[in-house]
C-alpha cells in the first residue's frame, strides 16, 4: 500500500539513519522514546519499588519486635527511647 504524503526526512535517508543509531546504542532518538527509557531505568521496570517496599516492611517489624524485646528488660523501662534506639542497632 503506498503512502500518500511526502516526507522528505523520508526521501533523504535521515529517518533511516536515526533508527539506525537507535537501534545500535540502545537511545531511542525521539523525546517520548527517552524519557520512558529513563523511567523504566530509574522505576526498574516497577520491579524495583516493590522489592524496595518489601524490605522497607521486613526491617520495619524487625525494629518493632527488637523494640519490645528491648523493653521488656527491667533495667531499660525508665530509659528514653532514643537510647533505646541507640542500644537496638549496639546489641
Known sequence: MPRK???????TGI???KRK???ETGIPTTKSGRKKKIKKIATGGGCALVVLASVLIIIIVIFI???FKL???DHLKHRSW?????????T
Open 5 to 11: 504524503k511526502f516526507s522528505w526526512k523520508r526521501a
Open 15 to 17: 529517518s533511516k539513519i
Open 21 to 23: 543509531i537507535a537501534r
Open 65 to 67: 519486635l527488637r523494640w
Open 71 to 73: 523493653k521488656e528488660k
Open 82 to 90: 532514643y537510647r533505646i534506639i541507640i542500644l537496638m542497632f549496639i
